[in-house]
């Protein structure tokens, strides 16, 4: 189970009330991505490696 304390929010947030984020939570193993604004509901996780990976390919990219 993920413990509630440890997701962080994305500092970045669309517009208007900054409520369009996720939340990541940052496990040994593997990541886990969430809507901020429905919690309970599901939860992505991906390997860390593979996740690391995505993030890294986004970078430099042109923002929209």
Same mark, same amino acid.
């Given at each position: 189970?993920? #413990?509630?304390?440890?997701? @962080?929010?994305? +500092? ?12 990541? !939570? ?5 990541? #886990?991505?969430?809507?901020? @604004?429905?919690? +309970? ?12 990976? !995505? ?10």
């Amino acid at each position: 189970m993920l #413990a509630p304390g440890n997701w @962080k929010k994305s +500092t970045i947030s669309g517009g208007g009330q900054g409520d369009a984020c996720v939340e990541v !939570f940052n496990g040994r193993t593997h990541i #886990a991505v969430r809507d901020s @604004k429905t919690p +309970t509901r599901a939860v992505l996780t991906f390997p860390a490696p593979a996740f690391a990976a !995505f993030i890294e390919g986004l970078k430099g990219r042109p923002q929209r």
